[in-house]
């Protein structure tokens, strides 16, 4: 298997602009989740998906983040409008269901809004 | 809700040596599973260890081992013979019902 596959690996918008991020999990896990990470607040986790179904989003930061997961091998993490303190490294990671199997992260999606 | 404490933000070792890195938890659960990660400057998270909280045995992966601690929650990871390529962040992790919680992490430097 490829691993989880994030794209883009780097993305740079003005503010206001939209970002859509994206995600492709292992194939076969049922859980997947989105994290973003800074220097300042660490990994958070924002939200995360058991079969395609959102369990918790009360990280997600505000009304400007929306994730979907419309099938089980793709899910978004959108920003809308984009502003400079939504920089950071954004993580998505998919795991089986059981909480004995570790979670495997993509490579991060590294955003800059000026 | 469980929390995950990493005190140690910042930790070095020289190469060949010994070093441990700090973990605690806090749950109310009984069955749970918890992990340590790292994040090299690549910052692809790797899979290092991982323990069952129900199993009272330590794991041990080749030259990393960590120090299981149920009732007072601590979890170290013990890094052996240190190399120039265990330079990493590393992520102290607790995961119940499919929800993963990270400590902040502790950046570990290896000096030659």
């Known amino acids: 298997d490829a691993g989880v596959i994030q794209s883009p690996r780097h993305e740079v918008t003005e503010m206001g602009q939209e970002v859509t991020l994206r995600c492709k999990p292992i194939?076969?896990?049922?859980?997947l989740f989105w994290y973003r990470q800074t220097m300042m607040r660490g990994l958070e986790l924002l939200i995360y998906?058991?079969?395609?179904?959102?369990?918790?989003d009360s990280g997600m930061p505000e009304d400007r983040f929306s994730a979907k997961m419309p099938n089980a091998s793709f899910s978004t993490l959108k920003i809308q409008p984009s502003e400079p303190r939504d920089s950071a490294v954004y993580f998505c990671?998919?795991?089986?269901?059981?909480?004995?199997?570790?979670?495997?992260f993509g490579p991060g999606t590294r955003l800059t809004v000026t | 809700a469980q929390t995950v404490t990493q005190s140690q933000p910042e930790m070095s070792v020289q190469e060949a040596e010994t070093v441990t890195l700090s973990c605690t938890y806090d749950?109310?659960?009984?069955?749970?599973?918890l992990f340590w990660y790292k994040q090299p400057p690549s910052r692809q998270m790797i899979l290092v260890i991982r323990?069952?909280?129900?199993?009272?045995q330590n794991a041990t992966e080749n030259r990393f081992s960590v120090n299981f601690q149920k009732a007072a929650k601590s979890f170290s990871l013990k890094i052996s013979d240190s190399q120039l390529g265990d330079a990493a962040m590393y992520f102290c992790?607790?995961?119940?019902?499919?929800?993963?919680?990270f400590g902040d992490g502790t950046t570990l430097t290896v000096k030659p």
């Open positions: 323990q069952e909280a129900y199993k009272q």
């Open positions: 749950t109310s659960e009984s069955d749970y599973y």
């Open positions: 998906f058991n079969n395609n179904v959102p369990i918790d």
């Open positions: 194939s076969g896990h049922d859980y």
């Open positions: 992790a607790y995961r119940s019902a499919g929800k993963s919680t």
């Open positions: 990671a998919s795991s089986y269901t059981s909480s004995s199997y570790e979670q495997y």
